[in-house]
Structure formats: C-alpha cells, structure tokens
C-alpha cells in the first residue's frame, strides 16, 4: 500500500523500537520519567525554551496552550483554516470559554497584520478580551516566510497579544529555509511540535514555553487527560525523532518536488508551483474527478486524500519509486 493520505502513518525506525525496548521509565504524572524528562529537556533545548511538556497529541498541546494562555471570555485570534481553529472539534470554546477570532489566511499562509489589528478587540464591556494570536508553520505545507515572524512578534507586542504557534511541522519550515528551527521558535511565547507526523515518533506531541508557562501547562494537561504515566516507552520514540529523524525531512520534500514534476504537465490537474515547498502536493481537479481518482488509485493500492481538492503527503514510508508509480498511475487515470 502506498499511503499518501498523511505523514501521521509512519510506522517507527528501527532505532525507535530499540529505544522504546530500553527505555527507563517511571510516573511522569509525579515528573518521574526519566525518558519522559529528557525529551521534555531535549525538546526545550532544541526550540529554545525553559521548558517543555510532552502529550498524547498535538490537539491537546494545541489546547492546553489555549487554555494556559487565555481565561474565560477571553479571545485568540487565528486562521480561519488554522488547525487550531477548525480541526480540533472547537476546543478552545467548548472546554475553555474561550472565543476564537478567525480570519482569513493569504495565499503564502500568513494572516496579513492589517486583518489581525483589524481584528483585535477595545477594551470595552462589550466585547472579549483579545488576549492571544495563534499562527500555524507550516500551514497546508507552505513554510511561512522568515520575514513575517518579526513583524508579527512586533506587532503581538505592540498590541500586548501573546503568541503561540501551532508548530505541528516546524522542522519541515525549518528545513525548508535552511534554518535552526530556533530562529523560527524564537519569535513565540510558546510552540507545540508533533514528533508523530515527519519525525516518525508513533505517537506524542510536545509544547514548550517558559517555566511557569509549563508549569501551569501541566495542571491543564492532567485535567485533560493527558497524564500518561510510564510514558518514557513511547517518549524514547520522541528523543529519537528529533535526535534523528529532523534531517531525512529533506527526502520527502525532494519526494514532494519529484511527485509534483511528475504530474504538472496533467492538463487536467490545477497545481501551483509554490504551494510545493515542504512534504505536500494539492491538486485542484473539482470534488467529482478528484473523488474518481482517489477510487481508482485505491484500486491499484495508492490511498490519498480526496475533498474539494487533493492533498498527497510525502513521508519515511514513501520511496522515490512509489512516486514514479503514483505519477504513471495518475497519468493512465487521466488518459482514458
Ligand atoms: C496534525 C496537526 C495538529 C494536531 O496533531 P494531532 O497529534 O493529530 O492531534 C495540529 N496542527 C497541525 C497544523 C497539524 O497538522
């Protein structure tokens, strides 16, 4: 089966099974995982921060940001088709009376600075309190230009936002600029990083900030669940993840590059260049064609995901080979 519906289907390296089956652990809930403490350490040192707290997922980093950011009635501004806005089931709200101000995106992924001052709310009763600005790197795979992060950082303080970012792939932007992920996370008060997506981890997501941040981010995380006691087998995963697996991010986009080179010339498909910096392809196509390739590629064990447009995802488990076989195969589905 070749799997282009998302880099969240790796399957863990070999060093990561090795790591998992030494992994010394204890009850992170009491802060007494050795393995869990060392990513935790790891993950701060390497983005550049006190401190770090490692969770199930990056929904639950996401939130517990939210949560640890904001109170009742206050607002976060964020992209309309951010992440943290429409793909975590409505979080903020539900478990945190906290409003969501979506705006809209510009086609390199940024929120303009003129929409989000627009969007900030006066100190009136009125209104929510606009409290925090949450930014997504990298966004539908476009790695946010590293000339925006200071004048956005400038512009959170001017107003007194803080900011978070949704780094759920900071390392693809990182690797795609050619930059230490540092100089992007250096910009925020805090980020969360899924180690689960390109970097291979099975499972977990980390979210770091300062110390106090952290510390109230793990009353949060525990409300939520989101203590896992022996969590050092899964967090040895993590460690090798970032130890190892920041660098391979090259290959799958190269994969992306090769993927779009291969299928560009299909009259049929409406593809933008630039949208192709990271480890993902969109195609345009319209919901009905694009819904019969997606039916024919599963004939012939390619799965994708197929909506209003395409989104193939390039990851570990994809070889260049399968690349050249997605291209033939969507060439053929085009042909006839
Ligand atoms: C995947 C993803 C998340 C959430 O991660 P899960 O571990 O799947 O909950 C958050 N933000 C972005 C941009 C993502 O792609």
């Given at each position: 089966m070749i799997d282009l519906r998302s880099d969240t289907v790796t399957l863990p390296t070999q060093s990561m099974i090795k790591a998992m089956n030494a992994a010394k652990v204890g009850d992170d809930v009491y802060g007494d995982d050795p393995t869990v403490n060392e990513l935790q350490k790891l993950a701060a040192d390497k983005l550049g921060f006190e401190a770090a707290v490692y969770a199930p997922s990056g929904t639950q980093t996401n939130l517990i940001a939210l949560l640890a950011h904001c109170q009742r009635g206050d607002e976060y501004i964020v992209g309309q088709q951010a992440h943290t806005y429409k793909y975590e089931g409505g979080g903020a709200a539900v478990l945190g009376s906290i409003q969501p101000q979506p705006i809209d995106a510009r086609g390199d992924g940024t929120l303009a600075l003129e929409s989000i001052e627009a969007a900030i709310k006066p100190d009136d009763s009125h209104f929510a309190r606009t409290r925090l600005l949450a930014i997504e790197n990298t966004s539908a795979g476009r790695a946010l230009p590293m000339d925006y992060l200071p004048a956005v950082r400038e512009l959170a303080d001017s107003k007194g936002l803080l900011l978070h970012l949704d780094g759920a792939r900071v390392f693809n932007a990182a690797v795609f600029h050619g930059v230490d992920v540092k100089e992007i996370?250096?910009?925020?008060?805090s980020i969360s990083v899924c180690?689960?997506?390109?970097?291979?981890?099975?499972v977990g997501s980390v979210l770091c900030g300062s110390a106090d941040f952290i510390h109230e981010a793990r009353r949060w995380r525990k409300m939520l669940g989101g203590?896992?006691?022996?969590?050092g087998f899964v967090a040895a995963a993590g460690i090798v993840a970032l130890n190892e697996n920041v660098d391979r991010l090259q290959f799958d986009h190269d994969h992306a590059r090769a993927l779009f080179e291969g299928l560009r010339d299909i009259e049929e498909l409406n593809m933008s260049e630039d949208s192709v910096q990271t480890n993902m392809v969109f195609l345009n196509c319209g919901n009905r064609v694009a819904t019969e390739l997606a039916a024919y590629l599963k004939s012939k064990r390619i799965v994708i995901s197929a909506g209003n447009s395409i989104r193939m995802v390039l990851h570990k488990d994809i070889e260049i080979d399968d690349v050249i076989k997605v291209t033939a195969e969507c060439k053929k589905f085009f042909s006839s």
């Open positions: 996370s250096n910009h925020f008060d180690l689960s997506k390109g970097l291979c981890a099975p203590g896992m006691r022996q969590a």
